[in-house]
């Protein structure tokens, strides 16, 4: 038999493992796995376990999620020996990192729900601390991913769960490999799997690259003892990604080695956050740092930035209410502090601090500011620096401030450079859209639309005079075309957007104009507006406006009110959230304005709010996952055009797949600009997605790969082999993506591709038969080329086929005459064919129809008499499945419900419990196995998707 690539993959990298310092050691099973442990152990630890001792360490060790395990893997582990006395073992060495014992070995086999067997595992000490999955060369390192996370679920906990010890996964089909941190399954997304890079951040991809470098014995245990981080709040480790490990090598050498200061341009969406919070834990470390102080220019980033940090390290914080406070932290034993520059302002400028503060003159205090373009460039930078005479100065930017686009103030012009001297890492935003760190952006200028008799189009030029771009009908026409085009851009809400305008005027007779379009029935678009009452409120001690000089070459004028007026209006527009979401915020003082500035974010990044309209808040330093459309009528340019830009482009999932930006202003020249500062111009086409012809196009291409290998849709049941099925999967695939792409453009029609919808349609229910075909033989326990393929259903699945859409459909094919009932009936079987969620209900839905829907008498009653129906065939589908597997019905009725409540599998003792006979150890697994499919399956027929709003 010849060997297969994968082994061959697999073979040549244990060979070169070993020539970086690991030895190879043979570990079949549990048993050699659990021997090499305890002899690892001794030698890393200089001493000799008794089989007593290991018992107690096992024992030790073995409890709790990855997440726990990791707080094990960092600590001691207590034993008393035979002697009575009590001793400790390290797992690993984490300040000399590169004194640990690095083993490798493959094919390891364990047996949990499934037997599996690994591919290459890396130990550490003797525990399984990286695991690597190979693919061969061609096929989707998805396909890697998906393996680990079944793993996961069948083996990985077997045992005395050694090795839910694993920190980093490395997936590779020897041209692409990535590697990511070890998280419960539902955290893992393979958008947060990373290449690895070198410091100018060119990718090392090729496995044999990347193994010279990640997998040296001292760089991964460093990636596990300083770069691991363990998220509490969330119970998930991050691994940083390897723009985020130099820009905090650089700092922390710069720190160590000199007193200069530096800064780090990553771009906006890359996540900084991580970054400076590693950076300053690993500071607070070096004996010669008195204290890190990280400073934010906003009040709500105070307290965003403080929640953040104690999510990663709990406690490592506490918030600066007041100066006061900052003043006791300051003179304190706090190591790290998290303050607004204005509040550290006040603490250097107020007599009634100073006598505390100067204690601290000459003390080694490192500064890191955050978005450090907005807030140094008044004259608090000086003072800052002039206060404390050995204090260093960090920055961290998405957008630098360079000379083209820096504001003038008191100092002349100044720069990022100018302030923080060196740049100690670059990483900019075509670094990120290439490693799919943030997402391109979609760009329509909607005065540029071919005319089509469907299409809205505004006739906006490169036009500036207030008189005509705030003219009624203009501002109508546009309040018309989001209304009309707001499903589309968000993919029928399941993002949401913000809409930034030129003044609180405007914003004004916008919102007026929706509030009165919604009260007239002509939409249901949940709106929101936030605007300042006071051009920076905050800590009552604080001195100085600190109103953002420089920001204004990037925004139109920070707007204050120009009379109560406009108050009034704000006043009148939180009474309508109010109304909407049942609060109570006002204007009338700046606590509750506060709240209501939060609760709003909060309602923004859960897509409770459609669309918020803003003049310059929430369009830098605002990050919702969620949100992916930006309407635009106002001037934007520079860093301010970048960063509101940016607010669309965080990654997600395969649905959102660009951030839209609809300007409703000629901004094209001023987003070339941007782009050309802060990337270069050559690079537009990486950051800008391609016009709609372009996606036109390449759709065509792609139908005509997909009917090279199934020329009708019935051939699809003829494809010869599982391998043929994978590539017509794949070529499916690449359609419904271009699809998703193609359906956000306003002037999106399949009349403009080679393919119809019907035909679409159809093809995509053969493809739901594969993904059934593939769920099914996993369920049999068959091996299937199938089983790890992602089939990206959530492109698929449409939020707007529940059953309140059917039950609509149902009362209209009700009062539909005879010829047009059986077409209506028709496309409603297709339509639940075609919705993965919906496909289980259909042979109940076309019994209402066949059986049901004659016998009502009134259109009207369809809801009722449905979820009769439904309720009648639901409790017996739930009196067969006690029938048949011979369970208790009440209990059964119970693990039910705890299953929708935790959305977890029930647990084998639950099941057995159910049963009215026990059976004999050897059936339990299968029966245990075959009953929770069977829950599973209820759930997805009878409840998901079903639940009537």
Same mark, same amino acid.
């Given at each position: 038999?010849?060997?297969?690539?994968?082994?061959?993959?697999?073979?040549?990298?244990?060979?070169?493992?070993?020539?970086?310092?690991?030895?190879?050691?043979?570990?079949?099973?549990?048993?050699?796995?659990?021997?090499?442990?305890?002899?690892?152990?001794?030698?890393? $630890?200089?001493?000799?376990?008794?089989?007593?001792?290991? %018992?107690?360490?096992?024992?030790?060790?073995?409890?709790?999620? #990855?997440?726990?395990?990791?707080?094990?893997?960092?600590?001691?582990?207590?034993?008393?020996?035979?002697?009575?006395?009590?001793?400790?073992?390290?797992?690993?060495?984490?300040?000399?990192?590169?004194?640990?014992?690095?083993?490798?070995?493959?094919?390891?086999?364990?047996?949990?729900?499934?037997?599996?067997?690994?591919?290459?595992?890396?130990?550490?000490? =003797?525990?399984?601390?990286?695991?690597?999955?190979?693919?061969?060369?061609?096929?989707?390192?998805?396909?890697?991913?998906?393996?680990?996370?079944?793993?996961?679920?069948?083996?990985?906990?077997?045992?005395?769960?050694?090795?839910?010890?694993?920190?980093?996964?490395?997936?590779?089909? =020897?041209?692409?490999?990535?590697?990511?941190?070890?998280?419960?399954?539902?955290?893992? +997304?393979?958008?947060?799997?990373?290449?690895?890079?070198?410091?100018?951040?060119?990718?090392?991809?090729?496995?044999?690259? *990347?193994?010279?470098?990640?997998?040296?014995?001292?760089?991964?245990?460093?990636?596990?003892?300083?770069?691991?981080?363990?998220?509490?709040?969330?119970?998930?480790?991050? &691994?940083?990604?390897?723009?985020? *490990?130099?820009?905090?090598?650089?700092?922390?050498?710069?720190?160590?080695?000199?007193?200069?200061?530096?800064? @780090?341009?990553?771009?906006?969406?890359? =996540?900084?956050?991580?970054?400076?919070?590693?950076?300053?834990?690993?500071?607070?470390?070096?004996?010669?740092?008195?204290?890190?102080? *990280? #400073?934010?220019?906003?009040?709500?980033?105070?307290?965003?930035?403080?929640?953040?940090?104690? +999510?990663?390290?709990?406690?490592?914080?506490?918030?600066?209410?007041?100066?006061?406070?900052?003043?006791?932290?300051?003179?304190?034993? $706090?190591?790290? @502090?998290?303050?607004?520059?204005?509040?550290?302002?006040? /603490?250097?400028?107020?007599?009634?601090?100073?006598?505390?503060?100067?204690?601290?003159?000459?003390?080694?205090? &490192?500064?890191?500011?955050?978005?450090?373009?907005?807030?140094?460039?008044?004259?608090?930078?000086?003072?800052?620096?002039?206060?404390?005479?050995?204090?260093?100065?960090?920055?961290?930017?998405?957008?630098?401030?360079?000379?083209?686009? /820096?504001?003038?103030?008191?100092?002349?012009?100044?720069?990022? !450079?100018?302030? *923080?001297?060196?740049?100690?890492?670059?990483? &900019?935003?075509?670094?990120?859209?290439?490693?799919?760190?943030?997402?391109?952006?979609?760009?329509?200028?909607?005065?540029?639309?071919?005319?089509?008799?469907?299409?809205?189009?505004?006739?906006?030029? /490169?036009?500036?005079?207030?008189?005509?771009?705030?003219?009624?009908?203009?501002?109508?026409?546009?309040?018309?075309?989001? @209304?009309?085009?707001?499903?589309?851009?968000?993919? !029928?809400?399941?993002?949401?957007?913000?809409?930034?305008?030129?003044?609180?005027?405007?914003?004004?007779?916008?919102?007026?104009?929706?509030?009165?379009?919604?009260?007239?029935?002509?939409?249901?678009?949940?709106?929101?507006?936030?605007?300042?009452?006071?051009?920076?409120?905050?800590?009552?001690?604080?001195?100085?406006?600190?109103?953002?000089?420089?920001?204004?070459?990037? /925004?139109?004028?920070?707007?204050?009110?120009?009379?109560?007026?406009?108050?009034?209006?704000?006043?009148?527009?939180?009474?309508?959230?109010?109304?909407?979401? +049942?609060?109570?915020?006002?204007? %009338?003082?700046?606590?509750?304005?506060?709240?209501?500035?939060?609760?709003?974010?909060?309602?923004?990044?859960?897509?409770?709010?459609?669309?918020?309209?803003?003049?310059?808040?929430?369009?830098?330093?605002?990050?919702?996952?969620?949100?992916?459309?930006?309407?635009?009528?106002?001037?934007?340019?520079?860093?301010?055009?970048?960063?509101?830009?940016?607010?669309?482009?965080?990654?997600?999932?395969?649905?959102?797949?660009?951030?839209?930006?609809?300007?409703?202003?000629?901004?094209?020249?001023?987003?070339?600009?941007?782009?050309?500062?802060?990337?270069?111009?050559?690079?537009?086409?990486?950051?800008?997605?391609?016009?709609?012809?372009?996606?036109?196009?390449?759709?065509?291409?792609?139908?005509?790969?997909?009917?090279?290998?199934?020329?009708?849709?019935?051939?699809?049941?003829?494809?010869?082999?599982?391998?043929?099925?994978?590539?017509?999967?794949?070529?499916?695939?690449?359609?419904?993506?271009?699809?998703?792409?193609?359906?956000?453009?306003?002037?999106?029609?399949?009349?403009?591709?080679?393919?119809?919808?019907?035909?679409?349609?159809?093809?995509?229910?053969?493809?739901?038969?594969?993904?059934?075909?593939?769920?099914?033989?996993?369920?049999?326990?068959?091996? !299937?080329?199938?089983?790890?393929?992602?089939?990206?259903?959530?492109?698929?699945?449409?939020?707007?086929?529940?059953?309140?859409?059917?039950?609509?459909?149902?009362?209209?094919?009700?009062?539909?005459?005879?010829?047009?009932?059986?077409?209506?009936?028709?496309?409603?079987?297709?339509?639940?064919?075609?919705?993965?969620?919906?496909?289980?209900?259909?042979?109940?839905?076309?019994?209402?129809?066949?059986?049901?829907?004659?016998? @009502?008498?009134?259109?009207?009653?369809?809801?009722?008499?449905?979820?009769?129906?439904?309720?009648?065939?639901?409790?017996?589908?739930?009196?067969?499945?006690?029938?048949?597997?011979?369970?208790?019905?009440?209990?059964?009725?119970?693990?039910?419900? $705890?299953?929708?409540?935790?959305?977890?599998?029930?647990?084998?003792?639950?099941?057995?419990?159910?049963?009215?006979?026990?059976?004999?150890?050897?059936?339990?697994?299968?029966?245990?196995?075959? &009953?929770?499919?069977?829950?599973?399956?209820?759930?997805?027929?009878?409840?998901?998707?079903?639940?009537?709003?």
């Amino acid at each position: 038999m010849t060997t297969q690539p994968e082994q061959i993959l697999e073979n040549n990298l244990v060979a070169q493992l070993e020539k970086l310092g690991y030895k190879k050691v043979v570990i079949k099973e549990e048993k050699d796995l659990l021997a090499n442990l305890k002899s690892q152990l001794e030698i890393h $630890n200089k001493t000799t376990l008794s089989d007593s001792d290991f %018992k107690q360490i096992l024992n030790f060790i073995n409890k709790g999620n #990855v997440f726990e395990r990791a707080k094990i893997l960092r600590d001691r582990v207590p034993y008393t020996n035979d002697k009575g006395e009590h001793k400790t073992v390290e797992l690993i060495n984490q300040i000399h990192w590169c004194q640990n014992e690095f083993q490798v070995t493959q094919q390891v086999t364990m047996e949990g729900k499934y037997k599996n067997r690994y591919d290459v595992t890396i130990l550490i000490n =003797g525990l399984p601390l990286v695991q690597i999955e190979l693919k061969r060369r061609g096929l989707e390192l998805k396909e890697a991913f998906n393996q680990t996370n079944r793993y996961e679920r069948h083996s990985y906990w077997a045992g005395h769960g050694l090795f839910q010890f694993i920190q980093i996964f490395v997936i590779s089909n =020897g041209v692409n490999s990535k590697y990511y941190a070890n998280s419960p399954i539902k955290a893992r +997304s393979f958008k947060q799997t990373f290449y690895w890079s070198d410091v100018e951040n060119k990718l090392n991809t090729q496995l044999a690259t *990347f193994t010279d470098i990640f997998l040296e014995p001292c760089h991964i245990s460093k990636m596990i003892c300083k770069y691991v981080v363990l998220n509490e709040s969330q119970k998930i480790l991050m &691994v940083l990604r390897p723009y985020q *490990f130099y820009a905090v090598e650089a700092i922390i050498e710069r720190v160590k080695s000199t007193t200069k200061y530096g800064y @780090i341009w990553h771009t906006t969406g890359s =996540g900084k956050t991580l970054t400076s919070f590693k950076t300053a834990q690993i500071l607070t470390n070096l004996p010669n740092v008195h204290k890190v102080v *990280f #400073v934010v220019d906003r009040r709500d980033l105070d307290y965003q930035t403080t929640k953040e940090f104690n +999510s990663f390290s709990k406690g490592s914080i506490d918030g600066t209410n007041n100066t006061n406070t900052l003043v006791k932290q300051m003179v304190g034993d $706090n190591k790290l @502090i998290v303050t607004t520059i204005q509040k550290l302002n006040t /603490a250097i400028s107020k007599k009634r601090y100073l006598s505390r503060m100067e204690t601290l003159n000459d003390k080694r205090i &490192v500064f890191i500011f955050d978005e450090c373009h907005r807030s140094q460039f008044g004259k608090t930078h000086e003072v800052i620096k002039n206060f404390f005479t050995n204090c260093q100065m960090f920055g961290f930017t998405g957008t630098p401030i360079f000379e083209k686009n /820096a504001g003038t103030n008191e100092f002349g012009k100044r720069t990022t !450079s100018m302030l *923080f001297d060196k740049i100690l890492h670059k990483y &900019v935003i075509t670094d990120a859209i290439r490693d799919e760190n943030v997402l391109k952006f979609s760009i329509e200028y909607i005065s540029t639309f071919k005319k089509k008799d469907h299409i809205l189009d505004i006739d906006v030029e /490169a036009i500036d005079e207030a008189e005509v771009m705030n003219a009624p009908e203009r501002l109508n026409n546009i309040t018309d075309y989001i @209304i009309t085009n707001h499903n589309r851009k968000t993919h !029928s809400r399941e993002f949401t957007s913000i809409f930034a305008v030129s003044s609180i005027d405007t914003l004004i007779e916008y919102y007026k104009l929706f509030h009165q379009k919604k009260e007239d029935g002509n939409h249901n678009l949940r709106l929101a507006t936030i605007f300042s009452y006071q051009a920076n409120e905050d800590d009552k001690d604080a001195v100085g406006n600190f109103i953002d000089d420089e920001f204004l070459i990037a /925004a139109e004028p920070q707007t204050e009110y120009g009379n109560q007026h406009s108050r009034d209006y704000l006043e009148d527009f939180i009474g309508h959230y109010n109304k909407q979401f +049942s609060t109570n915020f006002t204007t %009338k003082d700046s606590k509750s304005f506060y709240n209501y500035y939060n609760d709003v974010a909060k309602r923004v990044k859960h897509k409770q709010i459609d669309v918020l309209l803003v003049v310059n808040m929430f369009l830098t330093g605002f990050d919702s996952k969620s949100l992916n459309t930006l309407y635009v009528d106002k001037n934007l340019k520079y860093h301010g055009l970048i960063q509101a830009y940016s607010r669309t482009n965080r990654i997600l999932n395969e649905l959102k797949s660009q951030g839209n930006i609809v300007c409703f202003r000629n901004l094209k020249g001023a987003t070339d600009e941007a782009i050309s500062l802060f990337s270069n111009i050559n690079a537009k086409d990486e950051i800008i997605m391609q016009p709609y012809e372009e996606y036109v196009a390449k759709f065509n291409q792609a139908f005509i790969a997909l009917l090279q290998i199934a020329p009708t849709v019935n051939s699809v049941n003829d494809l010869p082999s599982e391998e043929e099925e994978l590539e017509f999967i794949k070529a499916f695939r690449e359609l419904m993506r271009l699809k998703n792409v193609l359906a956000t453009f306003t002037e999106f029609d399949f009349v403009d591709l080679s393919m119809d919808e019907q035909n679409f349609e159809d093809y995509k229910s053969k493809y739901l038969d594969l993904y059934d075909k593939a769920k099914s033989a996993h369920l049999k326990e068959k091996v !299937s080329i199938l089983q790890d393929v992602d089939f990206e259903l959530e492109l698929i699945h449409r939020d707007e086929i529940n059953v309140t859409y059917i039950l609509k459909l149902l009362a209209k094919l009700k009062d539909a005459d005879v010829e047009e009932q059986d077409k209506q009936k028709k496309a409603i079987l297709e339509l639940l064919a075609g919705d993965a969620q919906m496909r289980s209900k259909r042979e109940l839905i076309e019994r209402f129809i066949q059986e049901n829907l004659p016998n @009502i008498e009134d259109s009207d009653n369809v809801p009722d008499e449905f979820a009769n129906y439904w309720s009648i065939e639901r409790m017996a589908a739930i009196e067969n499945l006690s029938i048949e597997e011979n369970l208790n019905s009440e209990k059964l009725q119970e693990v039910i419900g $705890n299953y929708l409540f935790t959305e977890k599998a029930p647990l084998r003792d639950e099941i057995i419990g159910m049963l009215n006979e026990k059976p004999s150890l050897k059936e339990r697994k299968t029966i245990a196995e075959r &009953v929770t499919e069977k829950i599973i399956g209820f759930v997805e027929t009878f409840i998901s998707g079903i639940t009537r709003p």
